[in-house]
């Protein structure tokens, strides 16, 4: 796996990374390594997560390059709500986190990376932390919706391959740049779509994600994307740098059931905490 700085004013990073030849990573420790990231930052202790990191380690925080002692991992989180996905081809994890209490309320996407050749070892963590000021922030009301939603593992005959899931992906995030980019996304009903704390859903079998797509398709487009995916939950984590909204920090999570869309979470982070289209 290698890791190369693209913007160095932004300090974003992208992977130029492959599967493993021989095997792939481990489920067991990459889900080990996302529960010591979660109980990091539960404890805002670095303690049980230190051991776990690679001498060239590297933390990154809504598309910075950070130090890790100085993030959101520093400060003790309650976690109401955690859920994470394991990408064996890749050797990586994303974890949702939603954290209400406090004066300071978080909902967190979290891609952590691990070398491949031993899947024990973190080499990147990789964090949207969005907070009061982020895009529809409401950490109460996302975990309110959250909570209804199924992400479990899905049976044999409704996964889809990789390719599918990261194709959707792609042509979701395109729709803002490409006007054809919508015929391609595997669009399913119902679907809900969670855009910080702004729900589509209305507990009906006719729900869509297709209201409130985009109309202008000359926007500036959503880049250096950085994937998890994981085919036995159906789901395909992009964190990307949202360029037409103030080049902000951005996570999209897509779920597809059945090869088609059923659920979009997203957190958006602006500089300053301050969004504007």
């Known amino acids: 796996m290698s890791i ?36 990091a930052q539960a404890a805002g202790k670095l303690d049980g997560l230190s051991s776990l990191l690679a001498v060239n380690f590297t933390y990154q925080e809504n598309n910075k390059v950070s130090d890790i002692t100085k993030g959101v991992l520093a400060s003790p989180l309650k976690i109401d709500h955690q859920r994470t996905i394991a990408d064996t081809t890749g050797c990586a994890t994303f974890t949702e986190l939603i954290s209400t209490a406090g004066p300071k309320p ?5 891609q952590i990376r691990q070398d491949p050749v031993n899947p024990s070892v973190i080499t990147l963590i990789d ?18 919706y959250v909570l209804k939603e199924d992400w479990s593992t899905l049976s044999e005959d409704k996964r889809v391959s990789r390719t599918l899931l990261q194709q959707t992906a792609d042509a979701y995030l395109d729709m803002w740049s490409n006007a054809t980019a919508a015929d391609a996304v595997a669009w399913g009903t119902p679907c809900t779509r969670l855009e910080g704390s ?10 869509s994600c297709k209201p409130g797509i985009p109309s202008n398709h000359n926007q500036a487009p959503n880049t250096h994307r950085r994937y998890v995916i994981d085919e036995t939950v159906g789901s395909c984590s992009v964190l990307c740098v949202w360029e037409h909204m103030m080049m902000a920090a951005d996570s999209h999570e897509f779920r597809l059931e059945g090869g088609k869309l059923r659920y979009v979470h997203t957190m958006t982070v602006c500089p300053g905490q301050v969004c504007r289209l």
Not at 106 to 110: A, D, E, R, W
Request: some cysteine.
């Open 106 to 110: 978080y909902v967190i996407g979290t």
């Open 127 to 144: 964090t949207v932390a969005s907070t009061t000021g982020s895009w529809a922030f409401d950490a109460a009301k996302t975990l309110q």
């Open 198 to 207: 702004a729900y589509t859903g209305q507990g009906k079998a006719s729900d």
């Open 4 to 39: 190369t700085r693209l913007i160095a004013g932004l300090g974003v990073i992208t992977l130029a990374y492959s599967a493993p030849l021989a095997t792939s990573c481990d489920r067991s420790s990459l889900l080990a390594a996302a529960d010591a990231y979660v109980a």
